[in-house]
C-alpha cells in the first residue's frame, strides 16, 4: 500500500499560479492527481507513468496545469498556472499500477490515496 500525503495547497487570485506536491511512500507506476468541488463529482485531472513519462489530463486543465514526478524524491507535482474560479476544490492524489491507457483519469482505477489539498481560487 501506497501512502500519499499532499501539500501546497491555499488561496490564489485567478490567473495566479500553485504548485501541489504528493510525498509518496513510494512511486507506483501510476500517479494522478483528482479534484472534487462541493457538490461535484470526484474529476480526474493529470495522470503520469512513471515507467514511460506517458501523461494524460482532462480537457478542463489541458495547456494549464502539468503533472511531473521526482523518483529520487518519490514526490509528485501539479504545476497550475492561469488558475480559474472554477479550479476551486480539494485536490487528492492517487497510486496505483497495472492501469490501461485511458483509465487512468478514473478513480475506480486507483486504490491509494491521499486526505486531500484544498485550492480555493478567487475571482
Known amino acids: 500500500q501506497v501512502q500519499l500525503v499532499e501539500s501546497g495547497g491555499g488561496s490564489v487570485q485567478a490567473g495566479g499560479s500553485l504548485k501541489l506536491s504528493c510525498a509518496a511512500s513510494?512511486?507506483?507506476?501510476?500517479m494522478a492527481w483528482f479534484r472534487q468541488a462541493p457538490g461535484k463529482r470526484r474529476e480526474g485531472i493529470a495522470a503520469?507513468?512513471?515507467?514511460?513519462?506517458?501523461?494524460d489530463y482532462a480537457d478542463s486543465v489541458k495547456g494549464r496545469f502539468t503533472i511531473s514526478l521526482d523518483s529520487a524524491k518519490n514526490t509528485v507535482y501539479l504545476l497550475m498556472n492561469d488558475l480559474k474560479p472554477e479550479d476551486t476544490a480539494m485536490y487528492y492524489c492517487?497510486?496505483?499500477?497495472?492501469?490501461?491507457?485511458?483509465?487512468?483519469?478514473?478513480?475506480?482505477?486507483?486504490?491509494?490515496w491521499g486526505q486531500g489539498t484544498q485550492v480555493t481560487v478567487s475571482s
Open positions: 513510494y512511486i507506483s507506476n501510476n
Open positions: 492517487a497510486a496505483d499500477r497495472g492501469i490501461a491507457t485511458g483509465w487512468a483519469l478514473v478513480g475506480s482505477s486507483y486504490k491509494n
Open positions: 503520469i507513468y512513471r515507467e514511460s513519462g506517458f501523461t
